[in-house]
């Protein structure tokens, strides 16, 4: 009885810390929560990846708040906005569907509220968001760990709020078709680089009038939305045997296209919004519940045009859990 | 399980890379082909003009006579110059038409749009103003708000409007034939027209168009030219003109330009804005009789609103706007106001998708066209649909564009007597989703623009009046969907609007052009 004892409590230790390795490895979605940083979708940027049959659901929140813009490339206050609040609830889940494609949705809730003038905040769903994730290459040995992946997202206005109405609005109101290539170095499990770029397509945006001015006249309610490049470098660190994680993150995001606000006017989606910022984050995945994890990060926009200079402190819950043996 | 990630993994790729550079051109203008004019109208030359005496007040040439030499080498030299047409002059000729008068009024759209920026405030709180004698330092000369606006529109259309009538007077005057009647080896790239072509009614309207709104926007004195130099070319590599028709056309166009920047100059517009103390006094008058003021809620506060006195501007056809000014808005507090101020709070806490939509199509706010700018497009596209020709063109923007301005300086003029609060200065927390202008609420100005717009079209194109008489009433509502104006606000607008267009139309039927 005691060997069997014995066994039974090494199987447990052993399931559970493959369980917890699995983990782990599996929250590739969670910067999906970097979208909600400025009303710019993104696409994951982690180079993580879940097993087959995997499921993983989460809750996000944001708090993002600005109270200088960049006016073009002018940084400005508008004493009319005040602060400008953008919360953002955001559910999501993530499932393997193979050891080498993961399928991750999301769908965040934003409110937006401004502190000063007399324009009102607005609140709804936001888009949602679909991505396919692909882990073409990896090596692995001794004290190294190559991965690589790609993903291909897609986003869509979930409800009908309106885009023109900038910087309250709760998003951009386009379509987005997004390609993303990450490559990702472990050393001794313990140390990890990341590196990512990604091309994000935008589609047009519906306004409510029929006729806005860039650099010229334009006799349409269409907008385009301009496409946009995406770069990441991250540093990261995994402590007390991986139950915590800590990362460090550059971002810099560039239209391809698109006019500046023009002096004391209102922003438009046609805006060229441009914006580096750096992410600190850590993760703890508590040894109490399994499959659970929390998370907390902290950004803030460094340089941008026609962007706030936000700050945002975000956290989340995460759970995840095999759906077949 | 391989085959499925290979295949997902390349559609997503394909995907990608397929929808990326499919970016299209929209439209910066009407799009429309050339048309046949419906008529000539070749009585226009004893139309009523506006500000001319008399159709000969600008004194242009007689023509040479089509058979001497120097007029057939006018004609060889246009020839020369059709033969060597680029694809860049084709496309330019697409884009000025056959009734390029449509292109100058998109113009001034267009510019209205760019200047349409209020003054950013200093590090300090206060807010600097354009000047018209520096007009390059920022804020930049003019700010195109919808008073500037409709009286750049009423000038360009006015003006244009004579000076073609001069034009039709001295083209049936003197006869000169149109260049392919003359030489029928004259490819012409519009449907012939059978119009006497000396003066060009086309140079005529580049030069009075160029110089109005030379002078209205200061800064594209430049542009414009260009854009007059292009035009005037097109008219000759069109075979439409021979270089002397240009030439006094452009001569007639400067003269009449030089009558209508006379009257602007005098009209009251330099006083239209006025300094701190003379606004406050307007303010302090109405705060004694009625018992309320109205100040701006911007952070900082501008301490002066739009145009206190562009109600003292000249009109052109409202004899008196103090006789059409209507009588006093509720008091603030009273039964009437509270029931006003429910409405705009209930709309506020409930507004429909369509109203928001109403609202935002109609907004024509900072950056934009403005009110008038959008009543010009609505003009535009029945004088298309009706194949006006560019007299007939001229008159219905000249009618339309003097109501518009006159009813501009009715209801400003109510504005600042009255001094009326807006629903955010009056309604404790008040929040809305359009940006409240900056000028009194009572009346509201898209209500004035719109209905006068609206009846001055519909007496020009009966057929369409329903279709005008529902736009006014949007543009009107679309202000209380955007908590900017309480209803009698925008009623009491209306009903102003339509008295200034029964006297623009009373001025319209009695013109000759019926």
Redo the contacts between chains.
């Keep these: 009885m005691k060997t069997k004892d014995v066994q039974d409590n090494l199987i447990t230790t052993n399931t559970q810390f493959f369980m917890r390795n699995r983990i782990v490895s599996s929250f590739s979605f969670l910067l999906l929560l970097f979208w909600v940083m400025s009303a710019h979708t993104q696409t994951p940027t982690d180079g993580l990846f879940m097993e087959k049959n995997e499921i993983c659901i989460a809750v996000m929140g944001s708090h993002d708040t600005w109270d200088h813009y960049w006016e073009g490339r002018l940084l400005?206050d508008n004493?009319?906005i005040g602060i400008l609040t953008r919360n953002t609830l955001m559910p999501m889940a993530a499932y393997g569907i193979?050891s080498?494609?993961n399928l991750l949705v999301g769908l965040p809730y934003v409110s937006t509220s401004p502190s000063?003038?007399?324009?009102?905040g607005v609140s709804g769903w936001q888009d949602l968001s679909i991505f396919?994730k692909?882990k073409?290459y990896s090596y692995h040995n001794d004290r190294w760990t190559l991965l690589s992946f790609?993903t291909?997202g897609f986003s869509t206005p979930a409800s009908?709020y309106?885009s023109?109405?900038q910087p309250f609005s709760l998003g951009l109101g386009t379509q987005e078709?997004?390609?993303r290539a990450i490559v990702k170095t472990e050393y001794l499990e313990k140390y990890y680089f990341r590196g990512s770029a990604a091309?994000l397509?935008r589609?047009t945006t519906e306004?409510?009038?029929?006729?806005?001015?860039t650099t010229?006249?334009?006799?349409?309610s269409?907008m385009?939305v301009p496409?946009a490049t995406n770069f990441e470098l991250a540093l990261g660190l995994w402590m007390f045997n991986r139950a915590i994680q800590l990362e460090g993150a550059y971002v810099s995001q560039t239209s391809l296209?698109g006019d500046d606000i023009?002096?004391?006017?209102?922003a438009q989606p046609t805006n060229k919004m441009d914006w580096t910022s750096i992410n600190g984050r850590l993760r703890y995945f508590t040894p109490f519940f399994e499959g659970f994890s929390l998370m907390a990060n902290y950004g803030q926009v460094l340089t941008g045009r026609n962007v706030g200079q936000s700050t945002v402190i975000s956290g989340g819950i995460t759970y995840q859990f095999p759906i077949k043996k | 399980m391989k085959s499925l990630y290979t295949l997902s993994f390349w559609l997503s790729v394909a995907a990608v890379l397929l929808i990326f550079g499919c970016s299209k051109d929209y439209p910066t203008g009407a799009e429309f082909e050339p048309y046949q004019y419906s008529s000539l109208d070749q009585n226009a030359g004893t139309w009523k003009t506006v500000l001319l005496q008399n159709p000969e007040q600008i004194v242009i040439d007689a023509p040479q006579d089509i058979t001497q030499a120097s007029y057939k080498s006018e004609l060889q030299a246009l020839k020369d110059a059709v033969s060597k047409m680029s694809a860049h002059d084709r496309s330019a000729i697409n884009y000025w038409t056959n009734n390029p008068i449509i292109r100058w009024n998109e113009i001034a759209r267009e510019l209205a749009a760019k200047y349409n920026l209020t003054p950013a405030p200093n590090p300090d709180g206060t807010y600097p103003a354009p000047s018209a004698a520096n007009p390059g330092v920022y804020p930049l000369f003019p700010f195109a708000h919808p008073p500037y606006a409709s009286r750049a529109f009423a000038y360009l259309s006015v003006a244009q409007f004579d000076a073609l009538v001069a034009a039709w007077h001295y083209k049936y005057k003197f006869n000169r034939p149109a260049v392919f009647r003359s030489d029928n080896a004259v490819n012409t790239f519009f449907d012939p027209v059978d119009l006497p072509s000396y003066p060009s009614d086309g140079a005529v309207v580049a030069a009075v168009s160029r110089d109005i709104l030379s002078a209205m926007f200061p800064l594209e004195k430049e542009y414009l030219k260009e854009k007059a130099e292009e035009m005037k070319r097109c008219l000759l590599l069109s075979g439409i003109n021979v270089e002397s028709d240009l030439i006094a056309g452009d001569s007639l166009g400067r003269g009449v330009a030089r009558v209508f920047l006379a009257r602007a100059s005098t009209d009251g517009m330099g006083a239209a804005q006025t300094p701190r103390p003379v606004s406050d006094s307007l303010a302090n008058i109405s705060e004694a009789q009625f018992g309320w003021r109205w100040i701006n809620m911007e952070s900082p506060r501008r301490p002066v609103g739009i145009t206190p006195r562009f109600g003292n501007v000249k009109t052109w056809a409202v004899p008196d706007v103090k006789a059409i000014r209507p009588g006093v808005p509720p008091a603030i507090g009273s039964a009437e106001f509270n029931k006003a101020a429910d409405e705009l709070k209930q709309i506020a806490n409930n507004l429909t998708k369509e109203q928001r939509k109403i609202a935002n199509w109609w907004s024509d706010g900072l950056g934009t066209y403005t009110p008038p700018g959008h009543w010009n497009r609505f003009a535009t596209n029945s004088i298309i649909q009706y194949r006006y020709n560019p007299v007939r063109s001229a008159r219905v923007y000249a009618y339309m564009n003097m109501a518009i301005m006159d009813a501009g300086i009715a209801c400003w003029d109510v504005k600042y007597y009255y001094n009326y609060p807006r629903p955010v200065q009056a309604i404790p927390g008040f929040k809305t989703i359009l940006g409240t202008p900056n000028f009194p609420a009572y009346t509201s100005g898209h209500s004035s623009f719109s209905s006068a717009a609206a009846n001055v079209l519909s007496y020009i194109f009966p057929n369409e009046r329903a279709a005008f008489e529902k736009y006014a009433k949007e543009a009107s509502e679309s202000r209380i969907y955007g908590g900017i104006h309480y209803r009698f606000d925008c009623e009491v607008g209306l009903t102003q609007g339509k008295q200034v267009a029964d006297f623009v139309i009373q001025k319209a039927s009695a013109d000759g052009a019926n």
């Design positions: 400005r004493q009319n193979s080498k494609i000063g003038g007399q324009m009102t396919l692909f073409p790609v291909a009908g309106l023109d109405y078709y997004s390609l091309f397509h589609t306004a409510e009038r029929d006729y806005y001015y010229k006249g334009i006799y349409t269409t385009d496409d296209s023009r002096r004391q006017n209102q």
